[in-house]
């Protein structure tokens, strides 16, 4: 069986929770051995076999980013013709993956990582590109053969954004984690030349400056909670000048109420950020939207609870009580995500972190418990399994 796997992202050039799948994904099928298992990515050449790169068109180089996508998607559905299997990866990958089919007469099958109806703030960041994307994703949606989600939310939210789909042809597939490369390590040095006492009790934040990760509310919970906790915010990658902008405004307002607040706005190499969650008591996710949250397997692989939004996926991850905390959210029904009561989201956000951290045994307690259930529970080699399960319903 050969399978062309497309993907925006893949290594080095991994940005988010899609890319650190498709990687993992990768790796899995191909250790089965029984398949021919190709990667199309975008961006330059990598040095792996099975592995192709497509540049963006030279021609659409003034263009959107949304058409430049398109141009990438074009050159990779020409390459697809002798594929069994055809599977795309977010918006950005789906069209290559429906034209790719269908040049090929091979099912396509769709992972979805997230929504565009899900997330209409990115207008701010496409302009009329977003209108572009969703095009894009719904018609790959509507024609494709399965559609596999991450989370049983997540399935929940691809049958409401586009209600015109065989519920049949949706399955879920979890994320998962690989509990090698992510369990605890101390490393003082790595924590110190970043600014982070080892030795204070912190909240650690990991993730891309976006709206669905909801920064902003954490940083306003940040200056509730006591003064001796450290806030650690690996964040960078801004979606946009403006939430930048927002970020930055916080960020400044907040260091004039307390010390041990950290910023790393640079995206890190994975022992660094691993000796960082290693060294930090809780860790926060404050996303308004997650289809279902690697971060948080992340956290939990090296032995950190999790303080988490009770929204999209994470309750399938983060057990309340058990392997952390999960903040409730009442939430606005446009899409954006936004709490219909922001000030008591916040409150209640801190008032969660600050337990977890003047609790600290058993905050440590929900730790391993945390490791416990990513190692059992989100296996790569059982996502494999399982992701081949989908590829074979549809061949027949």
């Known amino acids: ?65 949304a058409l430049k996508t398109l141009g990438v998607d074009i050159q990779i559905a020409q390459d697809c013709q002798g594929a069994d299997i055809v599977h795309s990866h977010t918006w950005y990958a789906n069209m290559g993956g429906h034209l790719g089919g269908l040049l090929a007469g091979s099912p396509h099958i769709v992972t979805a990582h997230s929504l565009e109806p899900m997330r209409p703030w990115k207008a701010e960041q496409l302009g009329g590109g977003y209108r572009v994307s969703s095009f894009a994703e719904r018609a790959a949606y509507e024609g494709a053969a399965a559609v596999i989600a991450v989370s049983a939310g997540m399935r929940q939210d691809i049958l409401r954004s586009y209600p015109s789909l065989d519920p049949a042809k949706v399955a879920v597939v979890h994320n998962g984690i690989d509990s090698q490369l992510w369990q605890p390590i101390s490393d003082t040095d790595i924590c110190r030349k ?29 200056a509730l909670l006591p003064k001796d906790i450290q806030v650690v915010l690996c964040a960078g990658a801004p979606d946009t000048p403006e939430i930048q902008a927002e970020v930055e405004g916080l960020l400044a307002q907040l260091r004039t109420t307390r010390d041990g607040v950290v910023w790393i706005p640079q995206m890190l190499p994975r022992n660094e950020v691993v000796a960082l969650l290693t060294a930090s008591t809780v860790f926060a996710c404050p996303s308004v939207y997650e289809p279902l949250g690697i971060v ?87 996502i494999g399994d399982k992701t081949m399960e989908v590829y074979r319903s549809v061949l027949g």
Request: charged share 25%; proline share 8%; with cysteine.
């Open 1 to 65: 069986m050969r399978i062309d796997i497309i993907s925006k992202e893949y290594p080095p050039a991994v940005y988010g929770g899609a890319g650190v799948h498709v990687a993992e994904l990768v790796r899995a099928l191909r250790d089965r051995g029984d398949a021919d298992v190709r990667v199309r990515c975008f961006g330059a050449d990598r040095n792996e076999a099975g592995t192709t790169a497509y540049p963006d068109l030279p021609q659409l180089a003034d263009a959107n980013p």
């Open 194 to 222: 970043h600014g982070m006492d080892p030795d204070r009790p912190a909240v650690i934040f990991v993730g891309r400056i976006t709206r669905q990760k909801g920064l902003p509310y954490l940083m306003r919970a940040a």
């Open 296 to 382: 948080n397997l992340e956290a939990m692989a090296c032995e950190l609870p999790v303080v988490a939004t009770a929204t999209g996926g994470i309750p399938e991850v983060v057990v309340p009580g058990e392997t952390g905390w999960l903040v409730p959210i009442e939430q606005v029904q446009d899409g954006t995500g936004t709490p219909v009561d922001p000030d008591r989201f916040v409150h209640d956000l801190a008032e969660a972190l600050t337990a977890a951290v003047r609790d600290r045994s058993r905050a440590r307690e929900m730790g391993l418990a945390g490791r416990r259930r990513a190692v059992e529970q989100f296996s790569w080699a059982s």
